[in-house]
């Protein structure tokens, strides 16, 4: 074996070089390592290849073929193109008759910014009489690449890119970053020495020459500072374990996994006090048999988006996203489109804070080389992405560029990258971004939940819901530590409810109706004193209002058995609290009917609840404000009426749904009811 591989090397080297690699003199173990690195090649498996290369290399520098494979394996490695560059420049001058030495040198010198050598390389490449279909369709797309380069490089955007060094990043690998909203928080992806098992082999068998598999590592910023990265051992196997995002309040971890036993699939842990839960495959139709391996949660945790190469694509690997379902399952998956989507891959989705800016990257449109970073805005109108824009040098470069992920104010970003001074193959970056033209405008509203002043030590329940009484999300702060971070767009009036482990609550307002910019809001609940009723003043701004704390017993369910039930809103509580002495009244000679409301759409589009099939017709209802109310099972005139029917709703899977009055076409609130003579006050014990 070891013979046949020196002959078959013998052969390659005199038909590029015109003399043999001369092996006579080498160690064994040399020769060994040789044939190793050869079958490697062979395989196109670089990567493994190149440190065996680089240390023959180092030990018998004049050899011309070591210099080639060196170079060859040095294109795949981001931190090593200048010595590709360096090499295959040397072996260019000396022989041009090297088989496709002109397009390699042409890759080096377009990695390493000699932009127009390399415009000529290709361009004389391209021209060859004899050239294949496929070796014209790569010169074609680096020729490409380069005149995307040279222009992005003339306009540079001012970012600054700074290596976040020790003690997050080391001469191993660290890359995938994902942040929380408050940016007091990382997890990444960690190769090397450090891997769970060492080196393995396919089988995840202990192996010398196998690779290290991936594992996730976690680090806190402390008074700006990271501190060491922590493995996740609740997570962490022998098998391939990558971080691939965090949700924006840092509770929930999605991770790739690869195991022997299946293809690859997206993962979801959540946290539970200090420690991250055992991995569950997510629920529904987000894995499938293609390749998935990356996700990003909206802010108001309802969709999902994520890669794959399933069949039915535009090319490649396409962005898709997939939306909640009532059982906590994924469906209804929609691929993003053209507007975002080509016949080349596109990858590593970040939806940001704001809900609407969506970055990924792409190795077609205007790439200046393999992926780049591109961003695009969610049109309110039609619910898709248009206007993607190129991120410009030097965010992006003639290498991929992946994993980027935004700070929630827009001034900063993360991403992995392997760079001439990186500590290591792959380091994780900060990035001052310069966005032109790009200021989220949203509100970031962090603090604790508390008692006696110290962080409430459980899963306390924090409802945001808009002004229509709709859910935007559903929340909790951190068991351990009662901290929570809870993000909101502008255009609304949302109320922030916050519910103890006891079943106490207090209601704050926020009115981001007129909201322009970023801002951010320290809120401490403090659940002590709850049974007195008191003002809660908060930071005074323009955004948050006063707003008063109200015990747990100022809603209470109504007293008719069938329709009492624990409320999952805020509307739901209001509903239950005037069904107390109210419920049985009749409203019909008012011209005013009860409906229970699953849904709101200011632009109407197809929706299927296919849980609710027992639970009566579905109807769509345009009121006069514009918004189109999608309700289920009739008009009701009593309110324990419609209370019954909203538990029923409830029960079968619509955790949101509540009642809504109307009158004349407009929606009423039940305290406006009061107002009219219809109701009686809402009576608090």
Request: hydrophobic fraction near 35%; glycine fraction near 6%.
């Amino acid at each position: 074996m070891q013979k046949n591989l020196i002959i078959l090397l013998f052969l390659i080297s005199s038909n590029l070089f015109s003399q043999e690699l001369n092996t006579r003199k080498w160690r064994a173990s040399e020769k060994d390592s040789l044939n190793n690195a050869l079958l490697l090649y062979e395989e196109k498996n670089y990567l493994l290849a190149f440190p065996i290369f680089e240390s023959l290399q180092n030990n018998h520098p004049n050899e011309q073929y070591l210099k080639y494979a060196y170079g060859i394996c040095a294109l795949s490695r981001s931190d090593k193109h200048h010595k590709a560059y360096e090499f295959l420049s040397e072996l260019y001058t000396k022989n041009k008759k090297i088989d496709n030495i002109k397009y390699d040198l042409a890759r080096a010198a377009h990695y390493t910014n000699h932009l127009d050598e390399a415009e000529s390389l290709i361009t004389d490449y391209l021209s060859a009489k004899k050239i294949s279909v496929e070796d014209k369709k790569s010169g074609l797309l680096l020729q490409r690449y380069i005149a995307n380069a040279k222009y992005h490089i003339s306009k540079p955007t001012g970012a600054k890119i700074i290596n976040l060094g020790t003690p997050l990043n080391s001469s191993d690998e660290e890359y995938v970053p994902a942040i929380n909203a408050n940016e007091d928080l990382m997890v990444f992806t960690y190769r090397g020495v450090k891997s769970k098992g060492g080196r393995l082999n396919a089988f995840l068998s202990p192996d010398p020459m196998g690779a290290y598999n991936e594992d996730i590592y976690i680090s806190k910023k402390i008074k700006n500072n990271y501190t060491v990265p922590e493995p996740l051992d609740s997570i962490n196997t022998n098998a391939h374990d990558a971080c691939v995002s965090l949700s924006l309040d840092g509770q929930t971890l999605f991770l790739y996994r690869n195991t022997a036993d299946d293809h690859g699939d997206l993962y979801q842990s959540q946290i539970k006090g200090e420690v991250f839960s055992t991995p569950k495959k997510l629920k529904g139709f987000v894995n499938s048999y293609a390749y998935e391996g990356h996700c990003s949660l909206s802010p108001d945790g309802q969709t999902l988006y994520f890669t794959s190469d399933r069949s039915g694509g535009y090319g490649g690997i396409d962005i898709y996203k997939a939306t909640l379902l009532p059982d906590s399952s994924w469906g209804n998956i929609v691929n993003l489109g053209d507007s975002i989507n080509t016949a080349y891959d596109e990858d590593s989705p970040f939806i940001h804070p704001d809900g609407i800016t969506l970055f990924f990257s792409s190795k077609g449109r205007n790439s200046m080389g393999g992926y780049d970073i591109f961003r695009s805005t969610l049109s309110m109108k039609d619910s898709t992405f248009k206007k993607v824009q190129h991120l410009g040098y030097p965010i992006n470069s003639s290498d991929d560029d992946l994993y980027f992920v935004v700070s929630a104010n827009g001034e900063r970003a993360y991403y992995s990258s392997a760079k001439k001074d990186g500590q290591g193959l792959k380091d994780i970056y900060l990035i001052d971004t310069k966005f032109e033209g790009m200021k989220p405008v949203l509100l970031l509203v962090k603090g604790k939940t508390k008692r006696n002043s110290i962080g409430v030590a459980s899963k306390n329940q924090i409802i945001v819901t808009s002004q229509n009484g709709k859910v935007f999300k559903t929340y909790y702060s951190n068991p351990s530590t009662g901290e929570f971070l809870v993000t909101v767009p502008p255009g609304e009036k949302y109320k922030f409810t916050f519910k103890d482990d006891k079943g106490n609550l207090k209601e704050f307002d926020f009115d981001v109706t007129n909201l322009s910019e970023y801002k951010e809001e320290n809120l401490d609940v403090d659940f002590d004193n709850i049974a007195t009723p008191t003002v809660v003043t908060t930071n005074t701004t323009t955004v948050i209002s006063q707003t008063t704390a109200i015990t747990s017993n100022t809603i209470k369910p109504n007293s008719v058995t069938s329709t009492t039930f624990i409320p999952n809103n805020i509307a739901q509580a209001t509903s239950l609290s005037f069904a107390k002495d109210n419920g049985d009244i009749d409203v019909g000679d008012k011209g005013i009917q009860f409906r229970v409301q699953i849904a709101a759409l200011r632009y109407p589009k197809a929706m299927n609840f296919p849980y609710l099939k027992k639970c009566g017709k579905i109807e769509t209802l345009l009121l006069v404000d514009g918004i189109t109310r999608v309700t289920i099972g009739g008009k009701f005139t009593k309110l324990n009426e419609a209370l019954k029917h909203n538990k029923k709703v409830i029960e079968a899977g619509q955790k949101d749904a509540f009642i809504t009055a109307i009158y004349q076409n407009k929606r009423m609130l039940l305290e406006e009811l009061v107002k009219m003579g219809v109701f009686k006050p809402q009576k608090i014990d």
